[in-house]
């Protein structure tokens, strides 16, 4: 460590130096970190997949044309797209294409089994620039052009999971939170056996007129290198776990899957995770050895 | 010339045991020399242990630097602290640093420049004798290295006030009157000193020096009548 970042009483060695803890501590503030950083982008992702079922999914509605006649379905479903496409409150509106409808089918009947002669409804995909406006308006309009028209609301299949994502978001703050808790009270325990470790020394030093951030700021130093080193191993090892899962949630391509992501500030807030692991080591070391040092004189 | 220390009607008890200093009052002018003496268990450590600000007494007031200690915030405590020299009868070195390191302490914890450090510290260890064993640990030092060196540590900030128990106590004479000589100089330069020691004679060494004598956690003599020891003979000035 660059020595002017050391503490003066660090730089002179009140305390010994060596592995304080029996080194297992940065281990151990490693896996907490590991499970933390697991619970972070597991919340933060469930969080905008929340945010994706709320918003931009739910305010999606599919119109269906289950026409008979390939050419009245292909009139009225130019007619209704001509409809949806003329409102204002509606965006994105777009006509699946024959391959999209037949890639959509292919997973129930299988690869190359759906011929020309099998009639697959057209299908039509629109959604609300805000909220959700009158479906039933929506609905009675577009079946006076297309009387077979059916209109799936996407909200009415996601509310459900959308409540699961919820409860799992939370239960990954809690996982988080506990985590946290759980680092602190490690961290106290290990600061305590070594303040009765240094008992002696301690107040030697309060005896040359050592103030208590003196003291304080040895222990600091100590263990914000311990939870540094813990924070970076538990941090590095929960990202590749994280790469890997989104690589295997990118294979699912769009829809649900793709809305549970990280964005930029999740992967910045990941990155950050050891720094805070060091900020609260500190803070732990300074409120216990805070707590010691004042029930002496 | 003013009071540096001043004990008015102490006591004190450690947690809820019985008192083990009852009704201390005494005056200490500055400059002055202290021989603190009475046997074992009579209160002597608990006394130095008052003095350097370790313990708050149980009962009764304590003025040092003509602040009420009793009632001092224990933040202003440290400040105080840096104008008292103690050796402690353990010597209480700090295990892991060298006789420098262990000497340079009370300067490093003040904040003084490391190369004020390093000149004060190697002009007191060639003085007390140490200037070989700067490197050596506590653990390799003999007794009387070790408390040589915490008589240095004490010194080093020259305190205002220098406090030591049993200093003499693992010297040999010629030593022992060096350390108390050193003493006597700091006295003269203005240092208030407080001895407390089972070595009688030695305070014929400082005849201007006064006696508090403590027995059972009392103060023998209260009324001062025996502090200043009678003029000691020539003859009688050994170790």
Redesign the interface.
Same mark, same amino acid.
């Given at each position: 460590m660059i020595a002017w970042l050391q503490p003066r009483a660090q730089r002179y060695r009140f305390l010994p130096e060596g592995r304080w803890a029996g080194g297992a501590l940065p281990w151990i503030i490693g896996m907490m970190t590991f499970l933390a950083t697991l619970a972070l982008a597991g919340g933060m992702a469930l969080s905008n997949g929340a945010a994706a079922l709320t918003g931009g999914l739910s305010r999606s509605f599919t119109v269906q044309i289950v026409e008979p006649n390939p050419d009245l379905k292909r009139e009225q479903t130019a007619a209704v797209a001509a409809l949806l496409r003329a409102r204002a409150d509606l965006a994105d509106v777009v006509v699946l294409g024959d391959s999209e409808l037949r890639a959509l089918v292919e997973p129930w009947l299988g690869s190359g089994n759906i011929g020309e002669e099998l009639p697959l409804p057209a299908m039509i995909d629109a959604r609300w620039k805000t909220g959700t406006g009158d479906m039933a308006a929506i609905g009675e309009a577009v079946r006076a052009l297309a009387p077979t028209a059916r209109i799936d609301t996407h909200a009415q299949w996601f509310r459900p999971l959308a409540g699961v994502v919820e409860v799992l978001k939370w239960l990954a703050v809690s996982i988080g939170v506990l985590v946290v808790a759980t680092t602190a009270a490690i961290v106290a325990l290990s600061v305590r056996a070594a303040l009765s470790t240094h008992g002696p020394t301690i107040e030697t030093l309060h005896i040359m007129g050592a103030e208590d951030r003196t003291v304080a700021a040895l222990f600091e130093y100590r263990y914000a290198i311990q939870g540094l080193v813990g924070g970076v191993i538990g941090a590095i090892a929960g990202l590749a776990v994280i790469i890997v899962i989104g690589n295997l949630l990118g294979q699912f391509g769009g829809g649900l899957a793709g809305e549970v992501s990280l964005s930029p500030l999740g992967w910045t807030a990941l990155a950050a995770v050891p720094l805070l692991v060091a900020l609260l080591t500190i803070l732990t070391v300074r409120i216990t050895v805070g707590r010691r040092l004042r029930q002496q004189l | 010339m003013s009071t540096i220390v001043r004990f008015d009607n102490v006591g004190l008890r450690y947690g809820t045991g019985a008192e083990v200093l009852r009704d201390i009052g005494f005056r200490l002018e500055t400059g002055a020399f202290m021989f603190l003496v009475g046997s074992s268990g009579a209160g002597k450590t608990s006394l130095l242990r008052l003095l350097?600000? %370790?313990?708050?007494p149980s009962r009764g007031r304590i003025d040092m630097f003509g602040r009420d200690i009793t009632s001092l915030p &224990?933040?202003a405590? #440290? %400040? =105080?602290?840096?104008r $008292?020299g103690?050796v =402690?009868q353990d010597f &209480?070195l700090?295990?892991?640093?060298t006789a420098f390191?262990n000497i %340079? =302490? #009370?300067l &490093? $914890? %003040?904040?003084v420049h490391e190369a004020e450090v390093k000149a004060h510290v190697d002009e007191l260890m060639a003085w007390v004798g140490l200037a070989e064993r700067r490197d050596a640990r506590p653990a390799v030092l003999s007794g009387g290295e070790q408390q040589r060196v915490a008589i240095a &540590?004490a010194v080093i900030a020259r305190p205002d006030i220098l406090l030591a128990d049993e200093p003499t106590g693992n010297v040999d004479p010629e030593m022992a009157g060096r350390l108390l000589h050193l003493f006597h100089e700091l006295n003269r330069l203005g240092t208030t000193v407080v001895v407390a020691t089972h070595a009688l004679h030695l305070m014929s060494r400082v005849p201007s020096a006064i006696t508090l004598r403590l027995d059972r956690g009392e103060m023998l003599d209260p009324m001062g009548v025996l502090r200043n020891p009678p003029p000691v003979e020539p003859a009688e000035l050994s170790l």
């Open positions: - | 350097y600000l %370790a313990q708050r &224990r933040t405590l #440290p %400040a =105080l602290r840096r $008292i103690v =402690l &209480r700090i295990e892991h640093l390191d %340079a =302490l #009370p &490093r $914890i %003040a904040g &540590r």
